[in-house]
C-alpha cells in the first residue's frame, strides 16, 4: 500500500525548507557499500519517496543519473524548483511499481520513506530492476525527534518532544537490522525545529483534521520551549544531536 501523506502544496513547501539533508557521512557509507558489492562505473541511482528531493541532490555528484520517484506531485514540483542538477529528473511513481528495465539500476535509496512501502512488492521490484551487485540503501533517523541541548534544561526539552511523540506512534516503521549509527552535532532555532515538526506527516494529517487545534498545539509547544530556555526569541539556537541508521542490501551477482 502506498501512503498519501506528503501531497499538499504548502506542506512540500514546509518539507523543503525545515527537512534534514542526510550527512556526508552516510552518503559515504552507501557508496563505499556500492563500490565493494557492484564496483564502478555508478550509472543510476533511483531515490524512493524523494520527496523534495534533499537525498537525490546528494547523490548526484557520485552518478551519471539520478531519478527521484513521489507519489507527490507537489514535492515533486518543490524538488524540480531547485537549480544546478542537471543530472536529476523527477517521476511520479511508486516504490511498488518502477518504471525501469530489468537489471538497469545500480543504487534503489530511501531515506525516511521505507516505513511506506509495501514490502512484499517493493522487494520484488527491487530484485527486478536491480544491476548484479546493485545495492538497496534504507536509511532513516533513530528517533524521529532530535536530543536538544540549551544551557541546563536539555532533558526537559526532550521531554516536551516526547510529549508529542504519541501523535507519531501510529507509524509503521518495518523491523530491519540497523547497520550503523551515526550522530550529526548541529545547532537549530526553535522555529526551525517548530517548522520540522510542522513537516511530519503525521501532524499534517492532523492538521487537516482539525487546523485549528494543529495550529494551537504548534504555538503552544513554541511558547513552552521559549518559556523553558528563558528567552523570547524563536530565533535563539540550541544545539541538537541527530543519530541516523542505514539498512544496506546487495542483488547477488
Known amino acids: ?43 543510476l541511482a533511483v531515490d524512493l519517496g524523494c520527496g523534495t528531493g534533499q537525498n537525490s ?29 542537471p543530472n536529476i529528473t523527477y517521476r511520479k511513481g511508486s516504490a511498488e511499481e518502477l518504471p525501469f528495465p530489468d537489471g538497469s539500476v545500480d543504487l534503489l535509496t530511501a531515506a525516511s520513506a521505507a516505513h511506506w512501502f509495501d514490502q512484499s512488492r517493493f522487494l520484488a521490484e527491487a530484485c527486478r530492476v536491480l544491476k548484479p551487485g546493485g545495492c538497496v540503501a534504507l536509511l532513516d533517523y533513530t528517533s524521529i525527534f532530535p536530543r536538544l541541548h540549551y544551557q541546563d534544561c536539555g532533558e526537559r526539552l526532550d521531554h516536551i518532544c516526547e510529549e508529542l511523540e504519541e501523535l507519531y506512534s501510529a507509524i509503521p516503521f518495518p523491523d530491519k537490522e540497523r547497520v550503523e549509527g551515526l550522530q550529526v552535532n548541529s545547532s537549530t532555532s526553535v522555529r526551525n525545529l517548530m517548522g520540522f515538526i510542522e513537516s511530519l506527516s503525521t501532524f499534517q494529517d492532523y492538521k487537516k483534521k482539525d487546523p485549528q487545534t494543529a495550529e494551537n498545539l504548534l504555538l503552544h509547544t513554541q511558547n513552552r520551549f521559549l518559556e523553558e530556555m528563558g528567552v523570547k526569541s524563536p530565533d535563539m539556537e540550541m544545539k541538537q544531536e541527530l543519530e541516523y541508521f542505514c539498512v ?3 542483488k547477488p551477482l
Not at 25 to 30: A, D, F, M, R, Y
Not at 61 to 66: C, D, E, G
Open 248 to 250: 544496506l542490501a546487495s
Open 57 to 85: 541532490r546528494l547523490l548526484a555528484p557520485h552518478f551519471q543519473a539520478v531519478v527521484g520517484i513521489d507519489i507527490s506531485e507537489s514535492q515533486l514540483e518543490e524538488a524540480k524548483g531547485v537549480p544546478g542538477y
Open 1 to 43: 500500500m502506498t501512503y498519501r501523506f506528503f501531497e499538499g502544496k504548502d506542506h512540500a513547501s514546509v518539507y523543503q525548507k525545515y527537512r534534514f539533508t542526510p550527512p556526508d557521512e552516510l552518503k559515504n557509507i552507501i557508496l563505499q557499500y556500492l563500490d565493494k558489492k557492484k564496483g564502478k562505473p555508478h550509472v
